[in-house]
């Protein structure tokens, strides 16, 4: 139980298109899901905190109107980032904690974006 | 947010106990101790959470001493498959957010 997915699992995009990530929770509501950023042989770092229904909070530093973030369902939040450089290349995490309960937070796979 | 401190690498071999300590000297009152493993590529998995004292599972083992200023996670004989970056968290039971540290490389050997 407490699968959580991410679509696409790598993404090819140019330069000034945006593209969207998908975090879905397979096997639970998620009342709160998380992104987060990783550069290569770094560690992940927090981007927003997605609640269902309301606005994301953005960790200071991540700018909410590149990253936008959509939380419409109990089980999917989406990760658009509008107008993509190179520099926003990295591999994007959501993870997402089960409605009512604690600490527990469940990770998805990844998405590997990587802009030309 | 209590902030951690881990080893950055750790070399072991096939068979060996490994003990990754972290140090989290600001820990408040409601604060859980966290594990969790990560290969390359994927997303983090959960190990192990604890309060104090001591917590076994199925893959490890959490020892928390009393001040609970620094715990460490104990692998019983590791294998090639547990090369892994170990990261340690901290953070309180209805917070919600986790701040990952740097995390501890861990290289097993055959």
């Known amino acids: 139980g407490a699968v959580v997915s991410q679509h696409p699992s790598w993404v090819i995009c140019k330069s000034g298109t945006s593209v969207k990530i998908e975090c879905r929770s397979l096997d639970f509501q998620a009342t709160t899901m998380f992104w987060y950023r990783q550069f290569p042989k770094q560690s992940l770092m927090l981007m927003a905190t997605?609640?269902?229904?309301?606005?994301?909070?953005?960790e200071q530093g991540v700018e909410k109107d590149k990253f936008l973030i959509n939380h419409a369902s109990l089980t999917l939040s989406t990760l658009t980032v509008t107008s993509a450089h190179p520099e926003d290349s990295s591999f994007y995490i959501c993870?997402?904690?089960?409605?009512?309960?604690?600490?527990?937070?469940?990770f998805g796979p990844g998405t590997r974006l990587t802009v030309t | 947010l209590a902030k951690t401190t881990q080893p950055i690498s750790m070399d072991s071999y096939e068979g060996q106990e490994v003990n990754i300590t972290c140090s989290h000297n600001n820990i408040a009152t409601n604060d859980y101790i966290t594990w969790y493993q990560q290969f390359p590529s994927q997303g983090p998995r959960f190990i192990i959470q604890g309060y104090k004292t001591k917590v076994t599972n199925e893959v490890a083992s959490l020892f928390i001493p009393a001040d609970r200023k620094s715990s460490t996670l104990s692998l019983p004989r590791v294998s090639l498959s547990d090369t892994a970056v170990y990261y340690c968290?901290?953070?309180?039971?209805?917070?919600?957010?986790?701040?990952f540290g740097q995390g501890t490389e861990l290289s097993v050997k055959p």
């Open positions: 993870s997402a904690r089960i409605a009512g309960e604690t600490y527990e937070q469940y």
């Open positions: 997605s609640n269902e229904g309301s606005k994301a909070t953005y």
């Open positions: 968290l901290v953070g309180d039971t209805f917070g919600g957010k986790l701040i």
